[in-house]
């Protein structure tokens, strides 16, 4: 996570030897052997090998069990259930393992390029940059919301804590010496940690010392005094850290990644920004609040902060005195290289100063005074009253004093009060009299602000958290609206597999209809989403460079397009050259342009780094707090119909996808088996059934459904983010990232103290071993059920499928005789002499296709050639026979590549028919189809010698093919009474 210190900066590069260059990238170096092909001769570096073969085993395991459900799919017999259950297990038991394996095959590979480590270098760069911008307008707001600054802060003073650091020698990493530093100061704190070697601080205070603040401070000051290659400050509450579950890198990167979202993103090595930032040094985490951490895990927070911690990573973190001793001695260590400091409380001058520098001056002739002053002078006459000392103790704390400004100096209620003993018998008393009134001092509707306020004070003491964050509003919500969503979509895929097979099928023995097992299977997804599947969190889709986001959609049209087009005029020999040329011509052209495309010189911006710049400088003007979050997550939802939050939702959410995709599609694969215009009405109902699931699943839809429930039960106002806004813009919250937290600890206790005559919200259960235990088991179990299950499904449909159902009426050919049997033999020799037929045939499953080809058995001058071919369309689930058949007749007379104006449409011949002649210069085929009920017949005649454009050739081969169809219409005709002819 860090470069040493000493070492040379990060994007320094050095020359080893003339033919040899190191490129350094964090901590990482990259040999690269030659000086002008820096991108493709490399070292190979040991590891990548081992990658990925490691990556490779779980994959050909993946492999194996897909073939394996496949000739599984195809088996008979006892064998197939085995077959297939073997085949699931290893699809779904490598997949735990294909992601850790990919991830270390991209390190591997980072190591071997210099040029993808220096595209990762620019990429962390860009959003270093971005993310320092982002963060210097949120804390300036912050500063200004909190009125630290106005009219000047509150003087913060430490001293050295000996106690509690390393040894000198150890902090002393430039030197070794053990002499100790001057750590002690007043306000600037960033002087002081540029002193400390070691780049480790650890601030400890009693409560409401303003150790928090002075965080903050730091991180402001630091950040505007940072040049462009320093470390990047970032806040980091702990108590939101679970350090029993989750190391400090990943909570650290997971943390920022939903603060700021365009961290999530993935970086070139394939983690997140956020980790690789991290990991390469480029942040400086301020850790705030170990002592607002369960006191059951600060001594796990402490192992795993030293066990994360590299030779040189520096931090700083905050705690209260006595938690932090207690969890050193339960921990038994010290944190390395760490130096600390103790934040002194304020003298009574101090807090009298501010007070009077606060508050509003009373002139009486010339005498100016403040309502403080009898105050003051209590104070200073007699500062051995118990009542005085208790108010001496009180004001000594930073937070209070900020409280007893905001309730006395910016109102006109009177501090004299405080001296009364009668109301205030204990310091406790004075101390939540002042947190008691700081939201009537801010606020005009007080008491309803004030019950608001104290329920999401409660609900986050129930949620053990201190983070308001609008996405964990209610934890049962983002159920009910997955529970909504999921239900909703499966219950459409159900109704549209009932739509198209209507059949009954027989499972274990009973016969039921086909949607009653898919519809288990439905339930059971239901509950694997609900319980299984991952909390929603705010996701993101950058759009400040909209041509960026176009450019998918546009190329899925493009091969659309293309493939369409290519499908319409692939017989052409014309179109093939053109297509051909064009595409080697695209390729040579790119290729020529990436050789010759000019490098900058130095100093000189290339148009995309231009472009960054300036989108850098023109974003970022409002930083991404609740509300922006919110909007971007329901924008991203609504731009990509939910599919971001059924990619992000999960293997749950995936499943249940999986099984809205398969109703649509299975019951229609075979192409030939679909009405007129199911596959549109089946792809509406399945856009709209996903689009549904992704919304269901999304953190917008959850506080949706949340502020509706607390909305209409009285527990929060429609706009909550209003109230929430205003409750920041008043000082009663500060903002953390994406959340908001209330303004102290000791306030949300206070507030959700108040709040105890209203019924307290479900404690959340924790996030125990048995939880996940059963997660991991339901998704198992619901994995492997579904997809077994929906290819059982799918095998079992496909006779359902072919045979008949409530639409599938057979048609009046049950069989047919061969194909050669079919054709005249005089009328043949007539234009064939000595014909010799070729006979061939082939069940398709929805239709039985003859075939017979005839040629002349002796040398002929044209060497005429005659082809029949018969289908005999059988009904499925969704046509009758004879509209099976129609509707191939119907794709037979669309076909393109033929002379148009020669195209005639026979009549006499069968229910309809047509007559083509196809595109050839020497060799025409021309092709009499036509369609007599369920039969399709098409007779093809082909002869040399006709020249193009020929017309009179053209309508000659035309009356061949037709009179040979009415030969063949007469004897299927004279058959048609006797359906029983074998074929």
């Not at 900020?402 to 001296?419: F, V």
């Not at 192409?671 to 917008?700: E, H, K």
């Not at 019924?759 to 997809?787: D, H, Q």
Request: charged share 20%; with cysteine.
């Amino acid at each position: 996570m860090n470069t040493p210190a000493g070492e040379p900066d990060p994007h320094q590069q050095a020359h080893a030897h003339d033919n040899a260059r190191i490129y350094m990238s964090g901590r990482d170096q990259y040999i690269n052997v030659s000086t002008e092909l820096a991108d493709r001769d490399q070292v190979p570096v040991r590891g990548s090998g081992r990658a990925l073969a490691r990556m490779l085993a779980p994959f050909c395991m993946l492999i194996t069990g897909v073939a394996l459900v496949w000739v599984g799919y195809d088996a008979g017999g006892w064998t197939r259930g085995p077959l297939l259950l073997a085949g699931m297990t290893c699809v779904v038991l490598p997949a735990p393992l294909l992601q850790p394996a990919v991830r270390r095959w991209r390190q591997a590979r980072l190591r071997r390029s210099p040029g993808l480590a220096r595209r990762l270098d620019r990429q962390l760069e860009e959003a270093a940059e971005q993310l320092a911008h982002e963060l210097g307008v949120l804390w300036d707001r912050e500063l200004k919301l909190r009125r630290l600054q106005h009219p000047a802060p509150l003087p913060v003073r430490w001293v050295n804590a000996e106690a509690f650091g390393d040894h000198w020698m150890n902090i002393r990493t430039n030197d070794g010496r053990d002499a100790p530093l001057d750590l002690s100061g007043s306000s600037a704190l960033n002087e002081v940690y540029a002193r400390i070697p070691s780049g480790r601080l650890l601030i400890l205070g009693q409560a409401g010392a303003g150790k928090s603040v002075l965080a903050l401070r730091f991180a402001y000051e630091r950040l505007r005094a940072a040049e462009p290659s320093d470390r990047v400050p970032v806040l980091l509450p702990m108590a939101s850290w679970d350090p029993v579950a989750q190391d400090l890198e990943s909570w650290a990167a997971g943390r920022l990644a939903a603060d700021h979202p365009a961290l999530a993103g993935r970086a070139v090595s394939g983690e997140t920004v956020a980790a690789e930032l991290l990991r390469v040094g480029r942040l400086l985490p301020v850790l705030d609040g170990f002592d607002e951490m369960s006191a059951a895990t600060r001594h796990h927070a402490l192992r795993r902060l030293r066990a994360s911690l590299g030779e040189a990573d520096p931090f700083l973190l905050t705690s209260r005195v006595d938690e932090y001793e207690a969890a050193v001695g339960q921990a038994d260590i010290v944190l390395p290289a760490t130096a600390a400091v103790r934040v002194e409380p304020l003298s009574v001058q101090e807090s009298v100063d501010y007070l009077r520098r606060t508050t509003r001056k009373l002139v009486v002739g010339r005498t100016v005074a403040t309502k403080w002053d009898p105050v003051f002078t209590q104070l200073r006459e007699h500062p051995r009253d118990l009542q005085v000392l208790k108010l001496r103790h009180v004001l000594m704390t930073p937070l209070m004093t900020g409280l007893a400004r905001i309730t006395y100096s910016d109102t006109s209620r009177d501090p004299a009060e405080l001296l009364d003993h009668r109301r205030f018998p204990t310091r406790a008393a004075i101390e939540d009299h002042l947190l008691d009134q700081l939201v009537p001092a801010v606020t005009d509707h007080s008491e309803q602000t004030t019950r608001w306020l104290a329920f999401l004070a409660q609900r986050l003491n129930s949620l053990e958290t201190q983070d308001l964050a609008w996405w964990r509003l209610s934890p049962a919500a983002p159920r009910v609206a997955r529970a909504v969503g999921v239900t909703l979509a499966l219950g459409a895929a159900a109704a549209l597999l009932r739509w198209q097979v209507d059949r009954p099928t027989s499972w274990f023995g009973t016969e039921m209809p086909v949607w009653v097992p898919f519809g288990v299977l439905c339930l059971l997804s239901v509950a694997d989403v609900v319980f299984g599947s991952l909390a929603p969190i705010p996701r993101h889709i950058p759009l400040a460079e909209p041509a960026r986001m176009a450019r998918p959609v546009l190329a899925v049209v493009a091969v659309l397009g293309v493939w369409m087009l290519y499908h319409q005029l692939s017989d052409s020999m014309l179109f093939q050259a053109i297509f051909g040329a064009g595409l080697w011509g695209f390729s040579i052209g790119h290729w020529i342009l990436r050789r010759k495309r000019p490098r900058p010189k130095a100093g000189q911006q290339t148009v995309r780094e231009f472009l960054d710049d300036l989108r850098h400088r023109t974003s970022g003007a409002v930083t991404r707090g609740p509300e922006r979050t919110l909007s971007e997550d329901r924008l991203a939802t609504l731009v990509s119909l939910g599919l971001v939050n059924i990619l992000a939702g999960g293997s749950a959410v995936w499943r249940a996808a999986w099984l809205v995709i398969f109703a649509g599609i299975a019951p229609m694969w075979p192409l030939y088996s679909a009405r007129s215009g199911t596959w549109a009405i089946a792809f509406v109902v399945m856009l709209v059934a996903l689009a549904v699931l992704g919304a269901s699943s999304s953190a917008w839809c959850g506080f949706g459904v949340a502020k509706a429930w607390l909305w209409g039960t009285g527990k929060l106002p429609w706009n909550v983010h209003g109230l929430l806004a205003e409750a920041h813009r008043l000082g009663v919250l500060r903002q953390s990232g994406a959340a908001y937290q209330f303004r102290h600890s000791r306030l949300q206790e206070r507030l959700a103290a108040l709040a105890g005559d209203q019924p307290a919200p479900a404690r959340v259960p924790s996030n125990s071993s048995t939880v996940k235990g059963f997660r991991s088991a339901l998704s198992f179990i619901s994995g492997c059920v579904i997809t077994v299950g929906s290819i059982a499904m799918w095998w079992d449909m496909s006779p359902l499928v072919a045979g008949p159902g409530p639409y599938g009426e057979a048609g009046p050919y049950k069989a047919v005789a061969p194909a050669c049997e079919l054709v005249d033999r005089e009328a043949l020799r007539k234009v064939v002499p000595d014909p010799r037929g070729e006979q061939s045939g082939e069940d398709y499953g929805g239709f039985d296709v003859r075939q017979c080809s005839w040629s002349v058995g002796t040398a002929t001058a044209g060497d005429p050639s005659v082809e029949i071919s018969v289908r005999l369309h059988r009904p499925t689930s969704t046509l009758t026979a004879v509209q099976q058949a129609d509707k191939d007749f119907d794709d037979e007379a669309g076909v393109a590549f033929v002379v148009p104006e020669h195209t005639t449409y026979p009549t006499g011949l069968g229910d309809e028919a047509v007559s083509v002649v196809k595109y050839s210069e020497d060799r025409p085929r021309v092709e009499t189809t036509l369609r007599l009920e369920n039969l399709l017949l098409t007779i093809s005649y082909e002869v040399s010698g006709i020249k193009w454009g020929d017309t009179q050739g053209y309508a000659r081969s035309t009356r061949i093919t037709q009179d040979l169809a009415r030969t063949v219409v007469w004897k299927l005709s004279a058959a048609l009474p006797q359906p029983g002819v074998s074929s």
